[in-house]
């Protein structure tokens, strides 16, 4: 059974912190006024659009490397491969943190063949 913690209003927001899920592991829970207007445009229901906006926000988070793969997957609700999986519909590719550093890697390399530096 949930544990509810207290509640904080913030202009369209509402903050409650200190949930645990069944698994025991402390949650907040966030509550976003959103009109209907949005979701008849969208053609879904607030369950439909609160999953989306979940995968949309881990997304967005991971793509400007605020988070890992893994810990975006946990913010979906998802698990990590299927995380992954959904990257290529929001048109965003999976490594390329990796590649931006490796990237830079080679720069410096490029720079400096002997890694001597000035």
């Known amino acids: 059974m949930p544990h509810w913690g207290a509640a904080l209003p913030v202009a369209g ?7 645990f899920n069944a698994t ?10 959103v009109p209907d ?8 229901d607030a369950e439909g659009f609160a999953r989306e906006l979940r995968l949309l926000a881990a997304v967005k988070l991971f793509e400007l490397g605020r988070l890992t793969s893994g810990r ?5 609700g998802l698990p990590r491969v299927a995380f992954l999986m959904q990257l290529e ?3 965003v590719f999976p490594l390329s943190g990796e590649l931006d550093e490796l990237d830079g890697r080679s720069l410096v390399r490029t720079a400096d063949p ?3 530096g000035p």
């Open 13 to 19: 927001l509402m903050i409650e912190a200190g949930l």
């Open 24 to 33: 025991g592991i402390q949650m907040t829970q966030l509550h976003i006024e």
């Open 37 to 44: 207007e949005i979701l008849i445009a969208e053609k879904t």
């Open 72 to 76: 975006a997957a946990q913010l979906a």
């Open 89 to 91: 519909r929001c048109r």
């Open 114 to 116: 002997t890694g001597a």
